[in-house]
């Protein structure tokens, strides 16, 4: 014969329900309308157009249009790392970290390199014979090398002058 377990269970007094999110990010709506935001913006779209375009053609029998691509997808995933930071707010939880020179050492840096790689991705047009798609793949990609070199020399512009400010400021 079985006999019934019997359970005893001990009620708690009720607690209010409150909302106990505790997420530390924040999107911060207004940084994609500054002029920061803007530059970042266009060097994600100029520098994905960049690595696209050698990409969908035969770039691996010409190892400049290899560094290229290196160079190229290296930059993008810093430059989108670096906008989803400003972002969400991150450079503002985590202070120690130099954000600023942080940011100016990537910018400085990816301007010099990506100089170097639009004049190698624009020499390198000439590898192929005029209207066909590498070509013209190439000829576009250098393009957009050069206009990624600019948004990266105007980002490395105003790193500079937030950098000397608040070096000033200390």
């Not at 006999?3 to 709506?29: I, K, M």
């Not at 309308?33 to 779209?45: D, M, N, R, S, V």
């Not at 160079?71 to 989803?84: C, D, Q, R």
């Not at 840096?109 to 590498?134: C, E, F, K, M, P």
């Amino acid at each position: 014969m079985e006999r019934p377990v019997a359970v005893s269970v001990r009620r708690s007094p009720s607690l209010p329900d409150y909302n106990t999110s505790t997420s530390t990010l924040a999107f911060d709506q207004h940084f994609t309308t500054t002029l920061k935001g803007i530059l970042l913006q266009a060097e994600i779209i100029c520098g994905m157009l960049v690595w696209i375009l050698v990409g969908g053609t035969d770039y691996f029998h010409l190892p400049a249009l290899c560094w290229v691509m290196f160079l190229s997808i290296l930059f993008w995933i810093l430059t989108v790392s670096l906008f989803i930071i400003y972002l969400t707010g991150v450079h503002s939880r985590i202070p120690q970290v130099p954000w600023t020179t942080l940011s100016l050492c990537i910018n400085c840096i990816a301007t010099a390199l990506y100089l170097v790689t639009a004049v190698v991705d624009a020499l390198s047009v000439n590898q192929d014979v005029r209207g066909r798609h590498n070509y013209n793949c190439w000829a576009a990609s250098a393009f957009f090398a050069f206009l990624t070199t600019l948004c990266y020399a105007g980002s490395s512009y105003l790193s500079y002058r937030t950098w000397k400010t608040t070096e000033e400021e200390q």
